[in-house]
């Protein structure tokens, strides 16, 4: 893991989205609060004032980030302990509540931006594998970013991942300088998209030691293509309809990560191709 994994997602949004959860005496006590202070190595050295008002929780919290933002060693230890207050008190994580609150969304789109997401029951992850090298696409890049802001929607993250891939196969044929014609079905149009690129099962070397495998490997990128396709279909976005429930968050980050795999490998394949 990379040493900005190590150190938790420490930028004024995320500082901001965790400490919106304390707005106006919200969310876990002071006493919870000075415990993940100290536990982290970020203490304030708190003391409940006998006459008056002291610092209020939001303000600690947003204190604790700055100094983990100068000093980030235990950070991640910090930002897991604060999100560990929240699971507690039932403020995010709860799998169930598909429509989520303001302030959770707000808390994901914020670790999202960064390369951070919480699973279904308000953990913390860094996001593995949900990246490719766009080679400077600004469209491919924002649309792995949405997918970013998208977690605890399995249905958008699927529908967001099938994008992803249409679009990929249409930027391979672009690139190879074929026209798209504008109707052409998903199949169609990822199988042509694999021809160029000699990526076809039917189009491995059998001189290769181990063609066999480099054909499955080969085939196997259309069948995730094509089942994440089908599952985009099941879900029908605008027409009304709910993924199967056994598509759990957690299963649709699963889907994302392969649909990345296989477009970043196309989008490798692109740039050693003639033409390209």
């Known amino acids: 893991m990379s040493a900005a994994f190590s150190a938790g997602p420490l930028t004024d949004d995320v500082a901001g989205a965790v400490a919106q959860f304390f707005y106006g005496g919200a969310g876990p006590s002071h006493t919870d609060v000075t415990r993940v202070l100290t536990q982290s190595g970020y203490s304030d050295n708190y003391v409940r004032p006998s006459v ?3 610092p209020n929780k939001q303000d600690r919290v947003l204190g604790a980030f700055r100094e983990a933002q100068r000093s980030p060693a235990r950070a991640r230890q910090l930002v897991d302990g604060l999100l560990g207050l929240l699971r507690r008190k039932s403020l995010i ?14 808390l994901r789109r914020a670790l999202g931006a960064v390369g951070w997401r919480l699973d279904d029951t308000g953990h913390l992850h860094p996001f ?3 990246d490719i090298d766009s080679g400077g696409r600004e469209a491919l890049d924002e649309m792995v970013a949405r997918i970013r802001r998208s977690t605890s929607d399995p249905g958008l993250l699927i529908g967001q991942a099938k994008d992803l891939l249409e679009a990929v196969a249409k930027f391979v044929l672009e690139e190879l300088g074929m026209p798209v014609p504008a109707n052409i079905a998903y199949p169609a149009l990822w199988h042509i998209a694999r021809e160029r690129l000699g990526i076809l099962p039917t189009q491995v070397d059998q001189d290769l030691p181990g063609w066999e495998a480099i054909r499955e490997i080969h085939q ?3 069948a995730i293509a094509s089942q994440v396709n089908t599952l985009r279909n099941l879900q029908g976005v605008g027409h009304g309809r709910t993924l199967p429930t056994g598509v759990t968050e957690d299963l649709a980050m699963l889907v994302v990560r392969e649909a990345c795999s296989v477009a970043d490998y196309m989008l490798a394949m692109l740039g050693r191709a003639p033409g390209a």
């Open 52 to 54: 008056g008002q002291g």
């Open 93 to 106: 994580g709860d799998p169930d509540d598909v429509q989520k609150s303001d302030d959770e969304r707000q």
């Open 128 to 130: 593995a594998g949900v």
């Open 220 to 222: 196997s990128t259309w």
